[in-house]
Structures are given as structure tokens and as C-alpha cells.
């Protein structure tokens, strides 16, 4: 999507030293013990390994399941809200089961474009641990944007995701989005050639883990997918919205593919414009909302973070990272909480 607009200089040099100081833990904020519930009752204790069957997400017992949750946003830049304690405010106080870790390629403090790669890989790594240790699924997400084409940085997702998936192969809820937002001219052909590379490298470590393809158009051109789908088991194809601007013509659109079998994941979704401002659109976010459940669509949205802008969920001015009470919370963040409270 033609936006998320890269966080300011100064502020990622802030955030810089902050993930020298705190990401090399290696212990939770807070002990498993602390946990709410006890691992039977989580979501991954209920629902198992996932995998795609008939065009839907199932869980273990081969039962429609749906994921929702919230997206961080650039982890470069708010690595903060990666910590056990807004993980369980995510899962006990807004009803989710899934997160996703925005690890963006290519733009300022990028993991292809200057920044530390090892604490990047520590920060997603930490997520995955306390996802994993609250029971909910998580999403790695191969953030692309700015390079606009997945193969620009092909060999460096080769390398990544064969790190990653050597590391999570014995873990059931882990999924892997290989690239994020194709763009501004991306072809489908040239999609499928780069998931062509890097699925078999997942793969053979994890042979069974769900993993999600960018679509072309900043993952709006599904139709394509249907057209000419991966021959690959366990593949969802990715559409982002953002309902100030995607309406009527895209659920249309998705409609039709669900229609026609397609496995569709909406990994990221915000109720204001594509550029991640602009008035929030309540009703059409409801409608859209009303099409995920219709088809128990998994969804997942934009974005965990105190960022000045419409579709962060914390206001600009809260320093919590974690623990949030409605006050704390952005006119997205209570309206988004709210949904997912209906959930359950």
C-alpha cells in the first residue's frame, strides 16, 4: 500500500539504542507461571497445527478457524510493544489469538537497508517467544514496500526465512508472510518466481506450515492468484484494505474469489485511508468486518504503535507497552478493541 510513511530519523536512532539495551533478553517480562490461562486453554492449546483445506483456514481437528489480532507496526522503529506483557493484553483484555511482526525490507533501518540484522532477528525472535509462550499464533511478516518487487531482496528473504523456519520447525503456530505489499508495477509472474525460491526453503524444514503470498497492487490483485494459483499445499494469498479507500469494487472482488476457492488471508486492514490517515470509516470497516466473518476470513490490523497517525490504536501521547485502558487507546484502538471483543 502506498503508505506507512517511514518514522522520523532522530527517532530511530532512539529506538536503535533501546534494542541494544533491552532485546537480549532471554527471559519473559513475565514467568509462563504468571500467564492467565494455562496452555490447554490458549488458543494454540485448543486449536493445534493450522492448515488450509478447501480454501479455509482448519485447526487440528480439521474445524474452520479464524485468526484476528493486531499487526506492530515497523519493528525497527517501535520495537517497544514487542514484549510479553502487550501480547497478553492483545490475547486477555482485546480477545485476539494472533500477531503479526512487521519486519520491514527496505526502508530506513530496514533489514535490507542498513539496519542491525541481528537485532532484528533477536526482536523477531522475541516475538515468537511470547507468542508462543501466551499460546497464539504468529505471524513473520517479510514486510515489503519500498522495494516495491520481493526479488529486489530475494536472497536475503532465502536466507532469512531458512534461519527462521530451521529455528520454529516443531512449533505449530508460527506462519510465515513472505512479502508483504508487492507494488507499483510487481507482477504476478514475478511473485510466483520468488515464492518459488523461497517456499521450498521453508519447506524443507517445515513441511506443513501455512504461509501467506503478497498479491499484486500492495496485495489488492487476488484476482490474480485465482487466475494462476501457487502449487504449493498451505498457501493463503494476502489482501490488504484500508476502508476510506477500498470499498464496494474490492469486496467484490473477494467475494468472487472466495467463491471460486481461493484461500485468503487479510494480513493487514485499517479503518482509515490507504495512507494510513484520513477520517476513519466506521461504516464501511463494518462492512467489511461483516464479509470477514461471513467467511471466517483471518484478519490482522494496522498497526500496534503510538505513531501520530489515524490507523495506530495507541494515542500519540501514551507511553504504556502494555496493560492499556480505553483511555490509552487512539478512536482506531477503541473502536478495533471493541470488535474483537465481540469475538468471544
Known amino acids: 500500500m502506498n503508505r506507512k510513511n517511514r518514522w522520523f530519523r532522530a527517532a530511530a536512532v532512539f529506538m536503535a539504542v533501546f534494542m541494544t539495551a533491552a532485546l537480549w533478553r532471554t527471559e519473559p517480562v513475565w514467568a509462563a507461571a504468571d500467564s492467565a490461562k494455562g496452555q490447554a486453554d490458549t488458543p494454540v492449546g485448543a486449536h493445534g497445527a493450522l492448515r488450509v483445506e478447501g480454501g479455509s483456514l482448519v485447526d487440528s481437528k480439521g474445524e474452520k478457524y479464524q485468526l484476528y489480532g493486531m499487526s506492530t507496526h ?10 510479553q506483557e502487550a501480547f497478553q493484553t492483545l490475547r486477555d483484555d482485546w480477545g485476539t489469538n494472533c500477531v503479526r511482526l512487521a519486519l520491514y525490507t527496505d526502508e530506513y533501518n ?21 507468542a508462543t509462550e501466551l499460546g ?16 529486489v531482496h530475494r536472497e536475503e528473504a532465502v536466507r532469512f526465512f531458512d534461519q527462521m523456519a530451521e529455528k520454529w520447525k516443531d512449533q505449530d503456530n508460527v506462519i510465515y ?9 510487481a507482477s504476478w509472474q514475478g511473485i510466483k518466481e520468488y515464492a518459488g525460491e523461497v ?11 501455512v504461509i501467506i503470498v503478497g498479491t499484486p497492487t500492495w496485495s489488492q490483485d487476488i484476482d490474480q492468484a485465482l487466475a494462476s494459483p501457487l502449487e504449493f499445499d498451505n498457501v493463503m494469498y494476502a489482501l490488504h484494505f484500508y476502508a476510506g479507500t477500498h470499498t464496494d ?35 464501511q470497516a463494518s462492512q467489511w468486518l461483516d464479509l470477514i466473518r461471513r467467511y471466517d476470513i483471518s484478519y490482522l490490523c494496522w498497526n500496534l504503535a503510538n505513531k501520530n497517525e489515524k490507523s495506530s490504536v ?16 487512539s478512536e482506531s484502538g477503541q473502536w478495533i478493541r471493541q470488535r474483537f471483543r465481540e469475538e468471544n
Open 249 to 283: 469494487w474490492l469486496r467484490s472482488r473477494c467475494e468472487e474469489c472466495i467463491g471460486k476457492g481461493l484461500p485468503i488471508f487479510v494480513s493487514e486492514f485499517g479503518m482509515c485511508d490507504a495512507s494510513g490517515n484520513g477520517a476513519n470509516d466506521f461504516s
Open 136 to 151: 497464539m499464533y504468529v505471524v513473520v511478516d517479510w514486510h515489503v514496500l519500498n522495494d516495491r518487487d520481493p526479488n
Open 314 to 329: 495507541l494515542k500519540p501521547e501514551c507511553q504504556k507497552t502494555g496493560g492499556w485502558s480505553a483511555e490509552d487507546l
Open 199 to 209: 517456499i521450498p526453503v521453508i519447506r524443507r524444514h517445515d513441511p506443513d506450515a
Open 110 to 130: 530496514g533489514y535490507c537497508s542498513g539496519g542491525n540484522q541481528e537485532e532484528l532477528r533477536k526482536l523477531v525472535e522475541n516475538g515468537v517467544s511470547y
Open 177 to 185: 508472510e513472505i512479502c508483504n505489499e508487492p507494488n507499483s508495477g
Open 74 to 83: 515497523g519493528l525497527a522503529w517501535f520495537p517497544q510493544y514487542v514484549n
